[in-house]
């Protein structure tokens, strides 16, 4: 069964640092591409950051680039989204997701994903 269990989430001051982490199983990340996307009270589900099955293709929501960065370890089975210079506005639920024809390329639509995760809270906060 695939299953897709994100960590690492929190209250953070403006300025600070988080790293998240999505732990996959019943899948290898060899083929499959992994998206990390976030939601806001009241607004739309938006990608934050992607990475490729092949690994060599990630993509940054223009919002984020310079700030984040995604990551994975094989061996672990895990991707993880660090997250620097934290603002306010990166509040949100972030949720990682998992696209079984994403080897070459990854995309930010949420569409394109077939398994998600649970989702872990990021909250940005003095």
């Known amino acids: 069964q695939l299953q897709l269990v994100e960590s690492g989430g929190g209250l953070v001051q403006p300025g600070g640092s988080l790293r998240l982490s999505c732990a996959a199983s019943g899948f290898t990340l060899d083929y499959y591409a992994i998206g990390w996307f976030r939601q806001a009270p009241g607004k739309e589900r938006e990608g934050v950051s992607c990475?490729?099955?092949?690994?060599?293709?990630?993509n940054y929501l223009d919002s984020v680039k310079g700030r984040f960065t995604i990551s994975r370890d094989i061996a672990k089975n895990t991707v993880y989204l660090q997250m620097n210079s934290l603002k306010p506005e990166d509040t949100a639920n972030y949720y990682c997701?998992?696209?079984?024809?994403?080897?070459?390329?990854?995309?930010?639509?949420?569409?394109?994903?077939?398994?998600w995760g649970q989702g872990t809270q990021v909250t940005v906060s003095s």
């Open positions: 990475i490729s099955g092949s690994g060599g293709s990630t």
């Open positions: 997701a998992a696209r079984p024809r994403g080897f070459r390329n990854c995309v930010l639509s949420s569409g394109e994903y077939d398994y």
